[in-house]
């Protein structure tokens, strides 16, 4: 029974995606929270704002950028789609496809933004100096894991 117990121990002591997961459910619930009365998720905002800078083409490109499963980028896509603040295009060869924001989109992206810079202040608050940077940093870093 001690060796199983010493499993459990060392896998929720130790284990990266157990703390990685834990915190990504915790800041994403905070910023939909903030962003909950404009009628979007973090997930919503980011795709907004990823489609306005990027100019993607594709589905996958959205995806890429985002580290987002295909299957959630088509799934709020479309959610975006069907309230007017993004347009998709017919498709075209090799799946590529005009993706952009509509003017309702910038608009509720502009409404939304004020919300969106109030929780990353308060993000930005709870950390000591330079910890943040060095938090983006080891992100970037276990982004970057094959």
């Known amino acids: 029974m001690s060796a199983y117990i010493d499993i459990l121990d ?3 002591d130790r284990c ?4 990685i997961l834990s915190a990504a459910r915790t800041i994403g619930r905070y910023y939909d929270d903030a962003l909950r009365a404009e009628n979007l998720t973090i997930t919503q905002f980011t795709l907004l704002t990823t ?4 100019k993607p083409s594709s589905i996958s490109e959205i995806g890429q950028y985002l580290s987002i499963e295909r299957t959630t980028v088509t799934r709020n896509l479309k959610l975006l789609e069907q309230a007017g603040l993004v347009y998709r295009g017919a498709e075209g060869s090799k799946r590529m496809r005009e993706i952009r924001l509509t003017d309702e989109g910038v608009a509720a992206l ?3 933004y004020p919300r969106w810079q109030s929780a990353q202040a308060h993000i930005e ?3 000591p100096e330079g910890k943040l940077d060095d938090l983006i940093e080891a992100l970037r870093l276990v982004r970057d894991i094959d």
Request: glycine share 6%.
């Open 51 to 54: 489609i306005g800078k990027a």
């Open 16 to 19: 990266a995606a157990v703390r």
């Open 125 to 127: 608050a709870k950390f």
């Open 110 to 112: 502009k409404k939304a």
């Open 10 to 12: 060392d896998v929720i």
